[in-house]
């Protein structure tokens, strides 16, 4: 996906999204929520890999969006079904923060 290429070689550092999307399915497919932290890993980014693909998202030109986006929306469906949303969320923080 060229798109992607050009955006992680322009504003991001190369390899960004691939990261976020593989640690987004690593943190909500095979474990538990109580796995995904609040923050991200890597020292380098500071954002939760889900917040590193909502800026991709975003990024990327109208007509390459929905090619991502088809990768992560399966992730996000899990993540949504196993999870509940979180009373003492904020609502103005991102949908999967808002959730536990």
């Known amino acids: 996906m060229a798109a992607v290429i050009a955006l992680d070689h ?4 190369p390899g960004t999204v ?9 943190a909500v ?3 538990t929520v109580d796995r995904i932290g609040p923050r991200c890993i890597c020292p380098e980014c500071g954002d939760a890999p889900r917040q590193r ?3 991709a998202l975003i990024a990327l ?3 390459a969006e929905p090619y ?3 990768l992560v929306l399966p992730i996000d469906r ?8 979180d ?4 609502p103005e923080w991102p949908w999967w923060q808002q959730r536990r």
Request: proline residues 11%; charged residues 20%; aromatic residues 14%.
């Open 61 to 63: 030109p109208r007509w």
């Open 53 to 55: 693909l909502e800026q």
């Open 29 to 31: 497919v095979p474990g």
């Open 68 to 70: 991502l986006y088809a």
């Open 10 to 13: 322009t504003r991001m550092r």
């Open 87 to 90: 009373p003492r969320a904020s």
């Open 18 to 26: 691939a990261e976020a999307l593989l640690a987004w399915t690593q």
């Open 78 to 85: 899990r993540f949504f079904a196993r999870t509940s949303p």
